[in-house]
């Protein structure tokens, strides 16, 4: 018997096969859906790119991005770089609006690199940390931190007398936007600084006078930081210390067993992280701050993720390469002062194909990631991968 010109039993195995290649099909349809979403995290395409030579960074709260380019130049005596400023508005604009090679200071020659930016809270003035290097009368280089402060248009701002803040690192402003709060070196190479400041209409002077510190990070909307104060002779422990950089009221948070870098507050301000060792980060509540944790990471640059569940770590030192990885931060605890502490090694998680980059940086809401590429530099912003 047939039913269109097939035999009804050739017909009956024709649909078994239709139905296992339907079933095959759908399979393969689901199963590429599901890999799908999996690579949307690690292949999601940057929603801004920047291609230029990007030395360094910063995300407003208003979605814009300052950002410096290098720009090396020749004289008749050196080959000189000195970066330029620009700013992308958050409708994409881009601007420049200092240019380097103008920025002279005195008869002396020198070069600079943007090392980092930070925003005023106001948002109308950036502070740009330079790495400079001089060259003295002897034919001397000499190299020395160096701060310049902008306003939104690109115009040098001066702090009292002078159009930079000489031998100023890590600048942060205070919620006046007129004072600025850096540390200048005490120790060298960069083991101990004293912490100063200066204003738009003053002189500069020293904050918390004769009291020196490892490692600082402000409080984002206060005038507070946390800092790792030590002695001058590097004889007693490292004390985290809660600092009120205007009335200089100063309350100790915890005595620390080590201290080797990376200090980190967390976007709510209630825990703070730091390496112990070239190993090993510390994380602890600053609520109670007999509760805290330890993960072996490795060590590298880190920052909190914005659910303050994990930290997004590069394996690397700071303005080298590296992979970005989560590192998941396990439940902090109180611990009596002679146990021992646990430390726990979580399955680094890479992001973004495990590819790496050599600057990164969360954008204040929490939603994005900046990163520049090893390389030419090119500046890529990322929704951040779950």
Not at 346 to 352: E, K, M, Q, S
Request: glycine share 8%.
């Amino acid at each position: 018997m047939t039913m269109a010109g097939i035999p009804l039993e050739k017909r009956k195995i024709s649909r078994q096969r239709i139905g296992t290649a339907l079933m095959v099909c759908a399979a393969c349809f689901l199963a590429a859906l599901v890999s799908g979403v999996g690579r949307a995290q690690d292949f999601e395409k940057p929603v801004n790119t920047i291609d230029e030579d990007i030395t360094a960074f910063s995300f407003a709260a208003d979605g814009r991005i300052v950002y410096s380019v290098n720009r090396p130049f020749k004289t008749k005596q050196y080959d000189l770089e000195h970066d330029d400023v620009w700013i992308q508005e958050a409708g994409g604009k881009r601007r420049r609006i200092f240019i380097g090679e103008k920025f002279l200071r005195g008869a002396t020659p020198f070069t600079y690199s943007v090392n980092s930016f930070r925003w005023s809270p106001n948002g109308h003035l950036i502070l740009a940390e330079l790495f400079t290097t001089t060259v003295d009368e002897s034919g001397k280089t000499v190299d020395a931190p160096m701060t310049l402060v902008l306003d939104e248009a690109g115009k040098e701002v001066k702090m009292g007398e002078d159009n930079v803040i000489k031998d100023a690192s890590r600048p942060t402003w205070l919620q006046d936007n007129a004072t600025v709060i850096y540390f200048a070196e005490v120790l060298k190479p960069k083991v101990l600084f004293s912490f100063h400041y200066t204003n738009r209409s003053g002189a500069p002077g020293l904050v918390f006078e004769g009291r020196t510190f490892l490692d600082a990070v402000p409080v984002p909307g206060s005038n507070y930081e946390y800092a790792v104060e030590r002695d001058k002779n590097l004889s007693g422990p490292p004390r985290l210390q809660k600092l009120e950089m205007l009335a200089q009221d100063d309350k100790e948070i915890a005595t620390l067993d080590e201290y080797e870098g990376g200090l980190a507050l967390s976007p709510s301000g209630t825990k703070i992280a730091y390496y112990i060792d070239k190993e090993v980060i510390e994380i602890r509540d600053l609520t109670e701050p007999t509760k805290f944790a330890r993960v072996r990471a490795g060590f590298g640059v880190f920052r909190w993720a914005p659910d303050e569940t994990r930290i997004l770590l590069k394996r690397a030192v700071e303005k080298k390469s590296g992979d970005l990885v989560w590192i998941a931060i396990p439940p902090l605890v109180a611990h009596a002062a002679d146990a021992e502490i646990e430390v726990s090694q979580p399955t680094p998680v890479p992001i973004l194909r495990g590819l790496t980059f050599r600057v990164f940086a969360f954008s204040p809401d929490g939603k994005f990631i900046g990163v520049i590429v090893p390389g030419r530099r090119n500046l890529a912003v990322y929704p951040v991968p779950r």
